[in-house]
């Protein structure tokens, strides 16, 4: 295991550097145990999210039942931001409430699709910005249990489905803002004076009477969470930041936090559908629609098709990075048919395949991203970056992963980027029986893999290259 341990020094490295670096109280000091002990633990925490490149956001909640639509109108915009966007008041979205029956809601079967999927992990909304809790909560009636005629706890079936499955499980949990509660954030139609206006105290007596005890409820009642999704921290000073911290490593030391509490979390989040362009150091995950929403929008079926779905994995894991994929069940219950069809449809792809992806590292290469244009330039004035999108490369310890896109595999087989290392052999891994293809030297020294046609996969091609030694050497 070569690649990995290089890699999760580097990665502690600069972790420990960054820690040195924002701790100001400690900027002069040499490094402490205690900072050591601080990557350390980060180290062994996020060894699962390294390996799993692939999970499962589920966006649902009471905005599932306007769907997109309020008193007639279709309203712009997410779904999930209906209440804010449509500026409908607390008591009349809280009565939605009182029609929410997801009677055909099935744990089992969220899970199942995930697994389908090849999914390693899922992350629900345990509270969007709209303040309504999806489980059992003693803190505030606006919960599923007490609030609605469907009286169950989802969050805890999944959990249950989830651990029977061997699927890690997690929450998002909108800490800063909550459209229902005075002092929460966010809701400058009913609450003018609430934000950063609000000098009474009314946004940490939010944050202490209802955020941080749910978050304790969340991360007590639900056995092992494996992350913590936190969101949009507006008003998250370093020391509320700090709070919510203390309350995961408290309670579960083996939780991730992610990049959006407000203070450095364990992994970065890009911002939403956002794939940097180049290999991205560091640990880092993708949150992406799978149409043009996360909660449900009935009028939004522009779906996201299998061949999409598995460039945007590929490419993210070749970058050293996790895609985190959503869906926005229906206010009964269901997963929209057309996304469950083109997740499995990566899945079953994932199946064959799926070595190249979980537990995969980064590409050691780069040129097969792209480059910038020479010519052209961006909106903002700078060299335009012309995306390429043949081929990707992910590595396991003696072995190169060439996903190769597209129906066709190369006319004249497949010229594999430099590198110093003797092949030991290569195969495709949709060839059951592993034929192995022997690779040529080209003219100018360039080894090119001869590759079958018709290709034996429709949707993508895997060429395995197993080296001599670890780690390529380019
Ligand atoms: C937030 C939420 O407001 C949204 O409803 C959804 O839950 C999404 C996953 O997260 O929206 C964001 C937050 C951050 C960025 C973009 C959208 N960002 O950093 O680019």
């Known amino acids: 295991m070569k690649i990995r341990p290089a890699w999760s020094a580097f990665a502690a490295l600069l972790s420990l550097v960054a820690l040195m670096t924002t701790c100001s109280a400690r900027a002069a000091d040499p490094v402490t145990p205690d900072a050591a002990k601080i990557v350390a633990e980060r180290e062994a925490r996020i060894g699962w999210f390294r390996e799993a490149k692939y999970g499962l956001f589920i966006h649902w909640g009471l905005y599932a039942i306007p769907a997109g639509e309020w008193k007639g109108q279709p309203v712009p915009g997410i779904g999930e931001w209906i209440m804010n966007r449509a500026k409908i008041p607390v008591p009349e979205y809280a009565a939605l409430a009182k029609q929410f029956n997801p009677v055909k809601f099935d744990a089992e079967a969220w899970v199942q699709l995930a697994v389908d999927a090849g999914m390693k992990y899922i992350v629900i909304t345990s509270k969007h910005h709209d303040g309504f809790a999806m489980y059992r909560s003693k803190v505030s009636p606006f919960n599923i249990v007490d609030a609605t005629p469907f009286a169950r706890d989802p969050i805890a079936e999944l959990a249950a489905a989830c651990a029977k499955h061997g699927i890690r499980f997690g929450f998002y949990y909108s800490q800063s803002q909550d459209w229902h509660e005075p002092g929460g954030a966010g809701n400058n139609w009913d609450f003018p004076a609430n934000g950063e206006k609000d000098k009474s105290g ?20 639900y056995g092992p969470t494996c992350l913590i999704w936190f969101d949009t921290p507006q008003m998250m000073s370093a020391g509320r930041s700090q709070r919510f911290t203390e309350l995961v490593r408290s309670l579960q030391p083996a939780c991730l936090i992610d990049g959006r509490l407000g203070a450095s979390g364990d992994y970065e989040s890009t911002g ?191 060429i395995c290259v197993e080296i001599e030694g670890d780690a390529v050497q380019l």
């Open 202 to 221: 009314a946004y940490d007596k939010y944050l202490r009477e209802k955020a941080e005890p749910q978050l304790r409820e969340l991360l007590t009642n």
């Open 272 to 462: 939403d559908n956002a794939i940097p362009p180049a290999n991205k150091v560091g640990d880092w995950e993708t949150p992406a629609t799978i149409n043009h929403t996360w909660g449900f929008k009935k009028d939004d079926h522009d779906w996201k098709s299998p061949g999409e779905i598995l460039f945007k994995l590929v490419d993210i894991a070749s970058k050293g990075g996790n895609y985190l994929l959503n869906v926005g069940p229906t206010a009964e219950g269901v997963i929209p048919q057309p996304s469950q069809d083109n997740l499995r449809a990566v899945g079953a792809w994932l199946k064959v395949h799926g070595e190249a992806i979980h537990g995969a590292g980064r590409s050691p290469f780069g040129p097969e991203f792209g480059e910038f244009s020479a010519t052209q330039k961006d909106r903002a004035g700078r060299p335009l970056f012309l995306k390429r999108d043949d081929w990707r490369c992910t590595t396991k310890p003696g072995k190169l992963y060439f996903t190769v896109f597209g129906e066709a595999l190369p006319r004249d087989g497949f010229a594999l980027p430099a590198f110093k290392n003797a092949i030991k052999k290569a195969y495709l891994l949709g060839d059951p029986s592993r034929t192995v293809l022997t690779t040529n030297l080209g003219a100018d020294g360039v080894r090119v893999v001869p590759v079958p046609r018709p290709a034996p996969v429709a949707i993508a091609n895997v």
